[in-house]
């Protein structure tokens, strides 16, 4: 009943312009209405946690030139969980993970910001074809974030 619904709302669904977007790179794969789950532990300036669970809808695409995931909780507004060119370097705070049970991210949140502690992850829950991860250029990732995603994935207004 729930997938009928967000289906409806379009809630978890990949956004046009992102659409045209994945389609001119080329797409290897895309998953629309995947189920994502957010767990966060430990402390954010308006929340404290020792093991928020959070359930949500998104959309993970894999396409020729790179990764990108989107989270949604409202009907047409899908928020942007990664979006990273293959070819970007690979540092930051953000790690993520392809692998056939789908897209992992996560991250020591102190890294990105010095007023956090804990650990944020996301899981979109998707198989991934093995035929689809081996034309992949990497299946691990990793990625610099602002607090404000912190904030955002966890559920609080980001105040600088």
């Known amino acids: 009943m729930a997938l009928i619904l967000r289906k409806l709302m379009?809630?978890?669904?990949?956004?046009?312009?992102?659409?045209?977007?994945?389609?001119?790179?080329?797409?290897?794969?895309?998953?629309?209405?995947?189920?994502?789950?957010?767990?966060?532990?430990?402390?954010?300036?308006?929340?404290?946690?020792?093991?928020?669970?959070?359930?949500?809808?998104?959309?993970?695409?894999?396409?020729?030139?790179?990764?990108?995931?989107?989270?949604s909780t409202l009907p047409m507004l899908a928020g942007r969980s990664i979006d990273q060119p293959w070819s970007a370097p690979q540092i930051?705070?953000?790690?993520?993970?392809?692998?056939?049970?789908?897209?992992?991210?996560?991250?020591?949140?102190?890294?990105i910001d010095r007023r956090c502690h804990g650990h944020l992850s996301l899981h979109y829950k998707t198989a991934i074809p093995d035929e689809v991860l081996s034309q992949l250029p990497r299946r691990t990732m990793a990625f610099d974030v602002g607090p404000e995603y912190v904030f955002r994935a966890v559920g609080v207004p980001y105040h600088p």
């Open 10 to 71: 379009h809630i978890g669904a990949l956004p046009e312009g992102l659409r045209a977007e994945a389609e001119a790179e080329g797409i290897l794969f895309l998953a629309e209405y995947v189920p994502v789950t957010r767990r966060f532990t430990g402390t954010i300036p308006g929340k404290r946690s020792t093991g928020s669970v959070a359930s949500y809808a998104g959309a993970l695409v894999l396409t020729n030139y790179r990764a990108l995931a989107t989270m």
């Open 92 to 111: 930051g705070a953000m790690h993520a993970e392809l692998d056939p049970s789908g897209l992992t991210l996560t991250a020591d949140v102190a890294e």
